[in-house]
């Protein structure tokens, strides 16, 4: 059985992957992604996290550390997060080159999360992401790559 990530793992890796070789103004984009990515994980712990896992994040904030939603919440909780934060920004005003950023963005780790949680069912979430994507795409003229999300999930 493969072992459980936590949302914190996921983010750590993919956008250290998604930093490398990045600068200027991309790299400035891919940082803010991050940023506001991860706010929104520490934004919906009740919609994703059971009650055990919220105790656990209570106990943590208690001592100030930073980032306790994403280490407790298995990484699948992700994907809820992703489709929350694509609503949102459905309706945030925002310039046409940062929000390609950010479509880009969610486009990549909704891809990377399909490959590292394969083993689970992702795709009714992976759909409702791609929906969004195309979506928010269509009011910024520039789709997010839906085909290739279901490309990677082997069904393009």
Do not use: N, W
Not at 36 to 64: I, K, M, N, P, S
Request: overall charge positive.
């Amino acid at each position: 059985m493969p072992r459980s990530l936590s949302a914190a793992e996921c983010l750590d890796e993919f956008f250290a992957d998604r930093r490398c070789g990045s600068t200027g103004h991309r790299l400035a984009g891919i940082e803010r992604a991050e940023r506001v990515l991860r706010t929104a994980v520490e934004r919906t712990a009740e919609l994703v996290l059971t009650d055990d896992e919220q105790v656990l994040v209570h106990a943590e904030r208690q001592f100030g550390i930073d980032g306790a939603v994403a280490r407790v919440m298995p990484a699948h909780g992700l994907l809820l997060v992703l489709e929350a934060y694509l609503a949102h920004l459905e309706v945030r005003p925002s310039r046409a080159a940062s929000r390609r950023i950010e479509l880009d963005t969610c486009a990549a780790l909704t891809r990377y999360l399909a490959r590292e949680l394969r083993h689970l069912d992702v795709l009714p979430a992976t759909h409702r992401i791609e929906l969004a994507l195309a979506g928010c795409g269509a009011i910024s003229q520039r789709p997010a790559g839906p085909r290739r999300l279901l490309k990677a999930l082997g069904l393009g």
